[in-house]
């Protein structure tokens, strides 16, 4: 009897593609596949995009030229393209890469079983790229979660607001959230089968309403899931950030005290131009607002350096909002023009090697910030949930604020929350010990361990 067919997934870009792919891999595993180690192991290769940079959308071409030779060797190889890439460029991408045999965009994941059937029955190439909704309509159990530990669950999709520089609104579309009931049986479904932490996706998912629904209310009922160990969520626009939020931050016991709170820019000039809805004052009222209700909320951010226009002196009052309100994470991109923006107007003025030496700076400064606030930590005892297993005896997890802290101790303590002594520190994670690996809970079922 042969054996089963096998599917290998490459995904690039944020979160949200991560937990799209593993809907497609759920779909698919549902369809009878299996995953495969590696592309040259698989008879279907699908490519998950990401075009929120230029460099990003790239690595697609990269990907298949790769798949391309493959396919020379092994003409029954279906190649698969999916995400936002394909959503924004449509069937351009089958005149650059003739030899993909699926496209879908970022609304029709489901179809994707369906299509490469088809495909492989030498029904010839199935592509659908249309907008129709079917984003959640993969059911929770059929979703193949890549992590135990950690499970992506998608409130919201899409996003209303219109900055500048930013290609999510076209290739995602416009909001869509779903049905609090639904979110709530995902995950119960999820704690059900042993994962102790949940993260809430959307590309702002603190915009989250759905009728009397308001996104405090949904980490509420989330929240109150019987067994659930940790709740975390991402993305947030400081727009949004209001009392009821960070109420349910102080308040919420599962909910641990991390936020992402993209700022992009210090300048006021620079912000009224990205159109991002608030000022440097405001986004500092924000922070203050979240701090006086949570003293010790860990706050991370993203920058964009070179933005058409962006003089030293608006890079300077980047630098100093950085610097006032030390973030325990800043990711700093290079401004990238992107199709269909409205930033595409403007002249990309500021040289490449400047925007790498604002990036440089920027980092360097939050560099050392981390490394002054971690060494702080030294001698603490923190909770840390173990996610990763790194090596032979070796294993990694993290704080309830999202630092990565390293630690000697057996892969069955995947999954479980233990007490560590923090040894070392350095910029970018923490080492140390849990004596005798004590576990402070037990996953409320254990089975996938
Ligand atoms: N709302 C989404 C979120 O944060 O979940 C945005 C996703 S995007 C992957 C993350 C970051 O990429 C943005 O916050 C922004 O700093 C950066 N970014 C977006 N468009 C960009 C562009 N055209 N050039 C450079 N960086 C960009």
Redesign the pocket.
């Known amino acids: 009897m042969p054996g089963k067919s096998r599917y290998y997934i490459e995904t690039f870009?944020?979160?949200?593609n991560v937990n799209d792919s593993e809907k497609v891999a759920g779909l698919l595993q549902a369809d009878g596949y299996e995953r495969a180690p590696s592309a040259a192991a698989a008879d279907f290769v699908f490519i998950n995009t990401?075009a929120?940079?230029e460099k990003a959308a790239d690595k697609l071409y990269h990907a298949l030229g790769r798949l391309k030779q493959a396919k020379r060797a092994r003409p029954e190889l279906v190649v698969g393209v999916g995400g936002c890439v394909a959503q924004l460029q449509g069937t351009a991408v089958l005149d650059r890469a003739p030899h993909v045999d699926v496209l879908v965009g970022t609304h029709t994941l489901s179809r994707v079983p369906e299509l490469v059937r088809r495909a492989r029955a030498g029904e010839g190439r199935g592509v659908d790229l249309d907008r129709h909704a079917d984003i959640f309509d993969v059911p929770d159990a059929v979703i193949a979660h890549s992590s135990a530990v950690r499970a992506y669950v998608t409130a919201i999709e899409g996003?209303n607001?219109v900055?500048s520089?930013?290609?999510?609104p076209r290739t995602r579309g416009t909001e869509v959230c779903r049905d609090p009931s639904a979110i709530v049986a995902e995950v119960r479904s999820l704690v059900a089968r042993g994962t102790p932490e949940v993260m809430l996706l959307?590309?702002?998912v603190n915009a989250y309403r759905h009728g009397d629904v308001d996104f405090a209310e949904l980490l509420a009922r989330v929240d109150a899931v019987d067994g659930l160990q940790r709740l975390r969520f991402?993305?947030s626009?400081p727009e949004h950030v209001g009392t009821r939020m960070a109420r349910a931050l102080r308040d919420l016991p599962r909910l641990c005290p991390y936020l992402?709170l993209?700022v992009?820019s210090g300048s006021d000039r620079i912000l009224a131009d990205m159109r991002r809805g608030y000022t440097r004052r405001r986004y500092l009222d924000t922070v203050a607002l979240l701090r006086e209700h949570v003293t010790a909320l860990a706050l991370s951010t993203?920058?964009?350096v070179g933005y058409p226009g962006e003089t030293e002196a608006d890079f300077e009052e980047t630098v100093a909002l950085v610097d006032q309100v030390r973030f325990d994470g800043v990711?700093v991109?290079?401004?990238?023009?992107?199709p269909g923006?409205t930033?595409l107007r403007l002249p990309d003025d500021v040289p490449e090697d400047e925007k790498l030496r604002r990036l440089k700076l920027l980092n360097g400064l939050q560099q050392r910030a981390q490394a002054e606030a971690h060494r702080a930590r030294i001698g603490r005892s923190e909770e840390v949930l173990v996610d990763t297993v790194s090596q032979e005896g070796h294993v990694s997890g993290r704080t309830p604020d999202f630092k990565i802290v390293h630690l000697e101790g057996p892969a069955s303590l995947l999954g479980r929350l233990v007490e560590v002594q923090i040894q070392a520190a350095g910029p970018n994670a923490l080492v140390g010990s849990a004596p005798g690996n004590r576990s402070l809970t037990r996953p409320s079922a254990a089975p996938i361990f």
């Open positions: 870009g944020c979160q949200m990401c929120v940079r996003c607001h900055c520089f930013c290609v999510v959307g590309q702002t991402t993305t626009h992402h993209p992009q993203d920058v964009i990711f991109f290079m401004y990238s023009p992107r923006t930033a």
